[in-house]
């Protein structure tokens, strides 16, 4: 059980345009989802924290209007990188708590791999 | 400022041997504590949470926490070359149940 399921795995896009990654929970409701993104032999860095059905919240430097995220529903999640740059090339991942499952309630996405060119 | 701190490593254990991977975190707050193992290119998977004090087996694998000292550690037995990875420790905040993650510690099985 406990499954999140993130896609695309991975994605080439020109600079200037749009990505959305979306994270969707199979099985449970995910009442909070997190996203993070991990520069290669980094830790991972939250950027912010989103419960569904309202605004989320954005870690310290993470722009709010540049990485926009919707959570409009207990099973799904999306992030979509505006006017992307190639400084925004990362690996990017969602997490979602499933509150029935107490201290195993934090589960990953596979991860989406972004590369702008 | 709420840290957990790890080791970069890479720690290097011979094939067969026990591999000792440490944690210590700054928040007296926290009482879950995670360790996640990530493979290259992938994303991290959970190996074990603890939340009481002392140990926790499960397979080759033992979460042992000290909340007196603020330590949390796992001790990997019978070490197999596919448990190269880097191992992530994580603990818990009270708000909006977000994790505080280490930078993580590589760790290299020999054959």
């Known amino acids: 059980g406990a499954v999140v399921s993130q896609h695309p795995s991975w994605v080439i896009c020109k600079s200037g345009t749009s990505v959305k990654i979306e994270c969707r929970s199979l099985d449970f409701q995910a009442t909070t989802m997190f996203w993070y993104r991990q520069f290669p032999k980094q830790s991972l860095m939250l950027m912010a924290t989103s419960n569904e059905g309202s605004k989320a919240t954005y870690e310290q430097g993470v722009e709010k209007d540049k990485f926009l995220i919707n959570h409009a529903s207990l099973t799904l999640s999306t992030l979509t990188v505006t006017s992307a740059h190639p400084e925004d090339s990362s690996f990017y991942i969602c997490s979602a708590r499933d509150s029935r499952r107490g201290g195993y309630g934090y589960t990953f996405g596979s991860g989406t791999r972004l590369t702008v060119v | 400022q709420k840290e957990v701190e790890q080791n970069s490593g890479p720690l290097s254990v011979p094939e067969g041997a026990i591999a000792s991977l440490n944690c210590t975190y700054s928040?007296?707050?926290?009482?879950?504590f995670f360790w996640y193992r990530q493979y290259s290119g992938k994303s991290p998977e959970l190996i074990m949470f603890i939340y009481s004090n002392g140990d926790k087996e499960d397979g080759r694998f033992t979460a042992q926490l000290n909340k007196a000292s603020q330590y949390v550690s796992l001790l990997i037995r019978d070490s197999q070359p596919s448990d190269s990875a880097t191992y992530l420790c994580a603990a818990d905040m009270d708000s909006n149940y977000q994790l505080i993650w280490g930078a993580g510690t590589k760790l290299i099985i020999k054959p």
């Open positions: 928040d007296r707050g926290s009482q879950s």
